[in-house]
């Protein structure tokens, strides 16, 4: 009797987690980040750097080494800073089609100023200012005349490019020795690596921009506005001040990179950054930034960035193409990623 109410003796476990536990449970999490809408574009897009890069080391000598990277940061650098505005305008679902008139105009206004003899620390605040009231009038025009943000920003477009011709209708050379020396300055990094001043303004700008998002309220009102317009307004968010604000932000960011870019070319032409508008929203949305707005990250479009200027660089290496297999394999990219973005948000519904 006394063994019949015993509990039954258990066999005792004595190795690990039987069969591919561990494995099955790495896969699973390797499947939902790339089918995420959120991760999944940007993984991608950090694979498909990593991929392309590797690819440029295998076939070309010299490709794969430290200088060449940094100099995708050093050409690219205010593309890097145009990307990061407009990311937070399409992270609202907007959209801005102003930015490379906006960067030519900026290099107009700081090459007539300086040519007239203005100081570069009058000049650069300037055109900051002046570019940012840019942007609050379209936020305005967007959010009280509720003009079309594809409208009210190809307005913005033709008046800053026609301005450009009103200052001037040729090239002006930038002579100011204060602005080539900035210009023409290097910061050495060890074993013969450098940068220019415009990488460190460009990571600067990208580390604010990462922290505005990730750790402030504006920053979660931009998501907010993107993933439901009118759920942000229930939840009591500032979005009619959100919706201005980008693209504030927007305008000071092409102004500061068309600041960059004349460091780049120390000139300003009216005719210059004609189509870098679409380059910017090209390094975005192949960054991972849904073009409908709610999911996206400003590191993403840094990678973004450098995709297109990493295949510019295999482009320039091979030396028999054209550049405009940079614009076919841009466009080709960019179906890609939205049809990419298309699918994973289908499956989240």
Request: glycine content about 12%.
């Amino acid at each position: 009797m006394t063994k019949l109410l015993e509990a039954p003796e258990r066999p005792i476990r004595t190795g690990g987690p039987v069969g591919p536990r561990p494995r099955a449970g790495l896969a699973r999490s390797i499947r939902n980040l790339l089918t995420s809408p959120k991760y999944g574009p940007v993984t991608v897009t950090a694979v498909l750097f990593v991929a392309i890069f590797i690819i440029g080391g295998v076939r070309y000598r010299g490709f794969f080494s430290g200088q060449v990277f940094l100099n995708l940061l050093v050409d690219n650098s205010y593309l890097i800073v145009l990307a990061v505005g407009m990311t937070f305008v399409i992270l609202t679902g907007g959209i801005d089609l102003s930015v490379g008139a906006v960067v030519a105009l900026s290099g107009m206004i700081a090459a007539s100023l300086l040519q007239t003899g203005w100081s570069p620390a009058a000049v650069i605040p300037l055109i900051l200012v002046l570019t940012s009231v840019l942007g609050l009038l379209v936020g305005l025009m967007i959010h009280v005349f509720k003009v079309q943000p594809f409208i009210a920003t190809l307005a913005a477009m033709f008046l800053a490019r026609g301005l450009c011709y009103v200052i001037s209708q040729n090239s002006i050379s930038i002579t100011d020795p204060t602005f080539v020396q900035l210009a023409v300055a290097r910061i050495p990094l060890g074993g013969n690596l450098s940068i220019t001043p415009s990488v460190i303004i460009a990571l600067v700008v990208v580390a604010i921009a990462v922290w505005v998002l990730q750790a402030t309220r504006f920053g979660r009102t931009v998501y907010a506005i993107g993933g439901g317009e009118q759920s942000g307004l229930l939840m009591g968010l500032p979005v009619a001040r959100t919706k201005v604000l980008v693209y504030v932000i927007s305008g000071f960011c092409s102004g500061l990179a068309g600041v960059l870019f004349t460091f780049y070319t120390l000139s300003g032409y009216p005719l210059t950054a004609i189509g870098t508008e679409l380059d910017a929203i090209a390094a975005v949305v192949i960054g991972g930034t849904l073009l409908t707005g709610g999911y996206g990250f400003v590191l993403g479009s840094v990678l973004g960035v450098l995709v297109l200027g990493v295949i510019q660089t295999i482009i320039t290496f091979e030396g028999t193409l054209s550049s405009w297999w940079t614009k076919i394999f841009i466009g080709a990219l960019l179906l890609v990623f939205i049809i990419l973005q298309k699918v994973l948000t289908a499956r989240r519904r």
